[in-house]
């Protein structure tokens, strides 16, 4: 079967198949899925709990490869269905704003990771938060500087008290210290 299809009049009806910038996002998703795929036995640790009532032995990496094959199944899927897409890359239009934007988002995250690990979630969160915040426009200090402590405490407390996931604490709760801290 031919590339192109042409009518009487000559111009095509199904267009060239091409290599773009989306079969690259679906390689790199193929990628990632390879590599997740292969590094969850790794990265999974033996429950110290079986939680489970009856004689069901599901592996802890189960779930976690279950996602990484649908990572791997969508983008296959999406590296067929690239080569019929026809859309430009808007990345090449971006201006200077836009770049800087994302650079100094990154910048930002690679800063809160050791602010959150030697702080605490809610100093590093709050810093964090104050600080994009202001980059990005805020001038109400007053309400940048509330909303930064305030969001970070009820995130804390909500994955601390419901949902019982373990946050890098506050500096002052190295020390049980459970009367008036958030643990």
């Known amino acids: 079967m031919a590339d192109e299809l042409k009518d009487a009049d000559g111009p095509s009806l199904v267009s060239k198949r091409q290599f773009n ?12 899925a390879i590599g997740l795929f292969l590094v969850i036995p790794y990265q999974i640790d033996k429950p110290l709990i079986q939680i489970s009532g009856g004689n069901s032995d599901l592996p802890a990496e189960l779930f976690p490869q279950i996602i990484a094959a649908a990572f791997l199944i969508l983008g296959i899927w999406f590296a067929i269905t690239s080569f019929s897409l026809d859309q430009e890359n808007g990345l090449r239009q971006l201006d200077k704003e836009a770049v800087t934007n994302v650079l ?22 709050a810093i964090m938060v104050f600080a994009m915040s202001t980059y990005f426009g805020n001038r109400n200090y007053l309400i940048g500087i509330a909303l930064s ?3 970070p ?14 946050l890098p604490p506050f500096p002052v709760d190295i020390y049980p210290l459970t009367n008036w801290s958030l643990i």
């Open 21 to 32: 910038f989306n079969t690259i996002a679906a390689l790199l998703f193929i990628a990632l």
């Open 104 to 125: 100094v988002t990154l910048a930002m995250m690679a800063v809160y990771v050791p602010l959150m690990v030697n702080l605490g979630f809610v100093v590093g969160s």
């Open 149 to 151: 402590i305030v969001m």
């Open 153 to 166: 405490m009820l995130m804390f407390v909500t994955f601390r008290r419901v949902l019982l996931v373990e």
